[in-house]
């Protein structure tokens, strides 16, 4: 029998701002990323239709201040000189490290600002922006007056470089998205957009010496529906494409430059580059035909190095440095697989002329001729951490992704660095552990781990760490379709960047940040940005309860929250203390559903869990061998905590996940137990290299020690589906119960990861 168990937690969140946010009430100070120094003061700053701006130079900042200014209510603020009710620019200080820093001082007759440079009397304008009620952002707020709190601040960056990046080759976003996008940076004082603007499944950008790549290449004729390892894999039928005219970047670049951030264009060489190979086969090593990429993944069609593929990249760079002021053009440099060029009489020519060893030199060299074309027009490049391989061009920087190994060896070899490793930065990830979260790549990263990192790797000496230029957050889109997702799915973990990026790490606290940024989001709110709200969610955690079964515990980030216990979800919800009802125990299984619902914002993360609950719950089980460290979140209770892991989803701890090793647990029962069934699933996805096993056994034993073999199941051939339920009946009596799962073994060359052992994805052992 299930049981449906409904549990509500309603959490005041903005207990300490009693008055909805449009009244005359004062913004907290709330400041992100987290300023270095914050004095707060008595009273508040008035700004109205009379306060004048005293800036002795014209500046960007004060126009910007004035567009937002007039947005919400309509008036301009005036230039002039005043001993009260003025902002007044002070002037640039010139004993500060970065022309970033500045300094704010908000009194109540006048607010003065200092700074380093033009950049940061912006950035002195984005703190008082967010000193602001929320609804300053809104259009027409129908408010002439508004009030700033007193408060001294100095502030100065970490890092330089502070960027987020945005995929338009995999899902095309409009220039009017792409504004909003630099709006947010620029907000959270982010000074870099890495546009990642051309792809296997899409080139986004007119060039006009080739009109094909917008004609051809910037459209694919279908698009993947669900998620790429599927099996069977579906496809829409549906022409899906666009680019981006010459014109249109112009205003992009622009826009962005009167926010101080720079656009950094991204042209993937020599991967990533089958869009273009359809358009122009001529620059592939075989002869084609080649069509625009529709499914995901690495693709083994890439540019040969061939003299008119170098004419060719190099008339197209010329166009995107006429169009891009940036020092840095990003050349990608990523997942280029060798085997066109290993098969290709050119390319192995070529290596013995240039005196190469081989394909990774090859790929080293391709990118060193694009290197010294650039410098020699004053750009520089930067590229993903494959560059490293068969060594660096000479003035290279490297974005590091593959974790943080590439970045530490880069620096050590004293070549910048921008740290994005997908552990830590990779916002296409899944952000919570709720089986309802929208398709994602994969991945688990929340806002917390976000947060955590460093950028500075520990290996590093001081010097080597002064090659970290900063850090960067990746938006790759093959499962992010629209504005309203990719909001989604970068903020708040992009904001969370920002601060990685702004704030010294001894200065960076979770709770602290948190609760700046409850505040902050309704501003988000007020932008209409589709922000998550995970930092509102219910969690939980399973572990074992006395008795048996499973003790559930759920718990929010605040403090003063209730639990409203209902057995339907909108029937007389009963209020009961959540620390006295948790943890629930259940001991059959039950539906749980769990929201939070918060003052002045719309809060909507219901948490279904479905707990299996079986004879294996909650029970001691071991494991000969633990799983791989990369696929060991949930660790051993995850195999007894009666939640079944995702069908789509292989990394939020649910599933576990060895390579190399067969599966081997026992489970200990407790006691003499009579067993009809025993359950399990494996993920069977052969794209990242997942394979269903060989054969499963089952043993069961009433000491531990003598184990005999009851049943086995090895009928995997030909499974289509991307998870295999595996059922074993049984007729046993035990105490103990083994259960051996024999790995796939080598993967069969030709297929991906072929030569490489087989992943092993094991879902909750099940016993009935
Ligand atoms: C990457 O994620 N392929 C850089």
């Given at each position: 029998m299930q049981k449906v168990l409904i549990l509500f937690f309603i959490i005041s969140i903005f207990s300490c701002q009693n008055e909805p946010s449009n009244s005359n009430t004062e913004m907290p100070i709330s400041i992100i990323p987290k300023p270095a120094k914050v004095e707060k003061g008595n009273g508040y700053f008035t700004l109205n239709k009379e306060t004048k701006i005293n800036s002795k130079l014209g500046n960007k900042a004060f126009e910007f201040l004035n567009l937002l200014v007039k947005n919400t209510s309509?008036?301009?603020?005036?230039?002039?000189?005043?001993?009260?009710?003025?902002?007044?620019?002070?002037?640039?200080?010139?004993?500060v490290a970065s022309n970033e820093s500045y300094s704010l001082d908000i009194q109540e007759s006048k607010i003065e600002i200092q700074a380093g440079g033009p950049q940061g009397v912006f950035y002195a304008i984005q703190t008082l922006r967010q000193l602001l009620p929320p609804d300053f952002e809104k259009s027409n707020a129908g408010k002439d007056s508004w009030l700033i709190p007193c408060?001294?601040?100095?502030?100065?960056?970490?890092?330089?470089?502070?960027?987020?990046?945005?995929?338009?080759?995999?899902?095309?976003?409009?220039?009017?998205?792409?504004?909003?996008?630099?709006?947010?940076?620029?907000?959270?004082?982010?000074?870099?957009?890495h546009w990642h603007l051309t792809e296997d499944q899409g080139w986004r950008i007119e060039i006009k010496q080739y009109p094909k790549l917008a004609e051809i290449s910037a459209f694919r004729k279908e698009s993947v529906v669900g998620h790429n390892n599927d099996k069977p894999r579906k496809m829409d039928g549906k022409r899906y494409g666009g680019f981006y005219t010459q014109e249109e970047v112009k205003e992009v670049v622009k826009y962005a430059q009167d926010r101080f951030v720079t656009v950094i264009p991204e042209i993937e060489l020599?991967?990533?580059?089958?869009?273009?190979?359809?358009?122009?086969?001529?620059?592939?090593?075989?002869?084609?035909?080649?069509?625009?990429?529709?499914?995901?993944?690495?693709?083994?069609?890439?540019?040969?190095?061939?003299?008119?593929?170098f004419e060719f990249l190099e008339n197209v760079l010329t166009e995107v440095m006429e169009l891009f002021p940036s020092k840095y053009i990003h050349i990608g440099g990523d997942e280029c697989p060798k085997k066109r060029w290993e098969e290709s009489a050119f390319c192995q020519d070529l290596i013995k002329k240039e005196g190469l060893k081989d394909e990774h030199e090859l790929q080293s060299w391709f990118i060193q001729r694009i290197e010294k074309f650039l410098n020699s027009k004053g750009r520089k490049i930067i590229g993903w951490d494959e560059i490293l391989e068969g060594g660096l061009a000479p003035d290279a920087t490297v974005m590091s992704?593959?974790?943080?190994?590439?970045?530490?060896?880069?620096?050590?070899?004293?070549?910048?660095?921008?740290m994005t490793p997908t552990s830590f930065c990779y916002l296409d990830y899944y952000q919570s552990r709720n089986p309802n979260e929208p398709l994602a790549i994969g991945g688990y990263l929340p806002?917390?781990?976000?947060?955590?990192?460093?950028?500075?790797?520990?290996?590093?000496?001081e010097e080597e760490a002064k090659h970290i230029l900063g850090v960067q957050g990746n938006v790759w889109t093959e499962y992010i379709k629209t504005p309203e997702q990719c909001e989604y799915m970068a903020f708040p973990r992009g904001i969370a960047i920002a601060e990685n990026g702004w704030t010294n790490?001894?200065?960076?606290?979770y709770d602290d940040f948190a609760s700046r940024l409850a505040n902050q989001l309704p501003r988000l709110e007020a932008l209409e940005v589709n922000f998550a709200k995970h930092i509102f969610d219910v969690n939980y955690k399973i572990t074992a309860a006395e008795g048996g079964g499973v003790a559930l515990a759920l718990s929010t980030r605040s403090k003063d929250c209730q639990v409203v216990f209902s057995?339907?979800?909108?029937?007389?919800?009963?209020?009961?203390?959540?620390?006295?009802?948790?943890p629930v125990i259940i001991k059959e299984p039950t539906r749980v559903r769990a929201s939070t619902l918060c003052e002045n914002l719309s809060t909507n993360n219901i948490l279904e869990l479905f707990l299996n609950v079986n004879k294996a719950s909650g029970k001691s089980i071991d494991w000969t061998t633990p799983p791989h460290k990369n696929y060991n979140l949930g660790g051993k209770m995850a195999l007894v905590n009666s939640i079944s892991a995702s069908d789509t989803r292989f990394s939020d701890g649910e599933w576990l996940a060895w390579n190399g090793e067969d599966f081997e647990a026992t489970i200990d029962l407790g006691e003499l137990t009579d067993i009809s069934m025993f359950k399990t699933r494996f993920y069977n996805a052969n794209g990242p290299w997942v394979y269903l096993p060989k054969k499963v056994e089952v043993?069961?034993?009433?000491?531990?020690?003598d184990f005999k073999l009851v049943g086995e199941f090895a009928d995997f051939d030909g499974v289509e589906a991307s998870v295999k339920a595996v059922e074993i009946e049984l007729k046993e009596n035990a105490r103990f119960v083994k259960v051996k799962a024999h790995r796939y073994g080598i993967i069969p060359e030709g297929r991906p990861g072929g030569g490489n052992e087989a992943w092993l994805f094991v879902d909750e052992m099940m016993i009935f």
């Open positions: 309509g008036y301009e603020l005036k230039s002039g000189e005043s001993t009260e009710n003025v902002i007044e620019f002070i002037g640039f200080q010139d004993d408060v001294k601040i100095e502030d100065s960056p970490r890092f330089s470089y502070r960027g987020m990046h945005l995929d338009v080759g995999r899902h095309y976003f409009s220039v009017d998205f792409i504004k909003k996008y630099i709006d947010l940076l620029a907000l959270f004082k982010m000074n870099r957009f020599p991967g990533h580059s089958q869009a273009v190979l359809a358009a122009y086969p001529e620059l592939a090593c075989t002869e084609g035909p080649f069509e625009v990429a529709t499914a995901w993944g690495v693709m083994e069609d890439v540019f040969c190095p061939k003299e008119e593929t992704w593959r974790g943080v190994q590439g970045g530490i060896e880069a620096a050590k070899q004293k070549h910048d660095v921008i806002l917390e781990k976000v947060y955590s990192y460093d950028p500075i790797p520990e290996e590093l000496t790490f001894d200065q960076k606290d057995d339907e979800l909108d029937k007389n919800p009963v209020t009961l203390n959540l620390l006295e009802t948790n043993f069961v034993s009433e000491d531990g020690k």
